[in-house]
């Protein structure tokens, strides 16, 4: 997913307790994709191919033979390509507030070109407005804490142009094709509304 961040993930209270279970008595293997975390934030390419070469080149050094994956939000997209193409290799999928297809609609498409605008323009300003609302899209009803912390995640995740790209990117996602293809057991969670 975006807005990680290798080692203050550990730290933060939004990943660290779901990053201690995962890891407990399992390898756990992460990175922090183009854009994010402790990779470089001025990169060229955003968007579904560059992101699936990025997360089948980081499998393959790995030196894994056959494992589950975990899709986050736009990541979902990378692990459900992944799974439908090696299909030998995918034990189980796991995703998470996933999405095959972005919204392509007229109305989605304002809304991300809004978005995009807020983000760019708020994401790094001294003044956390833009970002307490960002929060209150991902997590609402957050406790102040969670929401700072969250705001606190943003900022240190990524910059205000890469978050924008992101966003844009994620929107035209589209792996619906690729869905027949999945042959391991899938498990699919996701909020309510």
Request: proline letters at 4%; a negative charge.
């Amino acid at each position: 997913n975006w807005m990680n961040h290798l080692e203050y993930d550990w730290e933060s209270p939004i990943f660290a307790s779901f990053l201690r279970g995962l890891a407990d008595g399992r390898r756990l293997l992460r990175y922090d994709a183009r854009g994010n975390g402790l990779s470089d934030w001025d990169v060229g390419e955003v968007g579904f191919e560059a992101w699936y070469a990025d997360f089948e080149a980081v499998i393959e050094a790995s030196g894994f033979d056959r494992f589950p994956i975990l899709g986050l939000s736009q990541g979902a997209a990378s692990a459900i390509a992944y799974a439908a193409r090696h299909p030998e290799r995918v034990t189980h999928l796991i995703l998470v507030g996933a999405f095959a297809d972005g919204r392509r609609d007229e109305e989605g498409i304002a809304q991300r070109k809004a978005m995009a605008t807020l983000i760019r323009t708020g994401w790094g300003d001294e003044n956390p407005a833009f970002r307490q609302l960002f929060a209150s899209l991902f997590i609402p009803g957050a406790t102040r804490e969670l929401a700072d912390a969250f705001n606190e995640l943003q900022r240190r995740t990524t910059s205000a142009e890469c978050a924008a790209r992101y966003y844009e990117a994620a929107g035209q996602l589209d792996v619906r094709e690729l869905l027949p293809l999945v042959k391991a057991p899938t498990l699919v969670l996701h909020a309510r509304g």
